[in-house]
């Protein structure tokens, strides 16, 4: 069983892989009890939002994380993908705009990626 931040940096390396775009990784749990990790990213498309949640789920699955709930909004504009201590947020960019959810947690701990990624171009 890996830790939540083992779980976020495998979340996160995956939707790196499928070429997900601004990823985020906030450390919410001093201010929040809904996780430890959100995780925000944008997809170009809204088959790109369903290929980095796929990709997102299969990875975590796989490495023994059970999926605890999938959500989406308005045709796959937004997906929320519920791991527990993890939840993934991918958005078109006219949702994440919208919906502004870095600001809505502002005063959640951003986790530096360059120690996450693996040859990624953050």
Not at 63 to 81: C, S
Request: hydrophobic share 45%.
């Amino acid at each position: 069983m890996l830790t939540t931040k083992e779980a976020a940096a495998l979340a996160v390396n995956a939707l790196d892989s499928k070429k997900g775009i601004g990823i985020r990784l906030l450390k919410i749990d001093q201010v929040s009890t809904l996780a430890d990790y959100f995780i925000i990213c944008t997809g170009t498309s809204n088959t790109h939002v369903r290929t980095l949640c796929d990709f997102a789920e299969v990875t975590l699955t796989q490495a023994g994380e059970p999926l605890l709930g999938r959500e989406g909004h308005r045709g796959d504009t937004w997906v929320l993908l519920d791991f527990g201590a993890v939840v993934i947020h991918v958005f078109t960019e006219e949702a994440r705009e919208f919906y502004d959810l870095e600001r809505l947690w502002a005063d959640a701990e951003q986790v530096d990626l360059k120690d996450i990624l693996t040859g990624s171009s953050v």
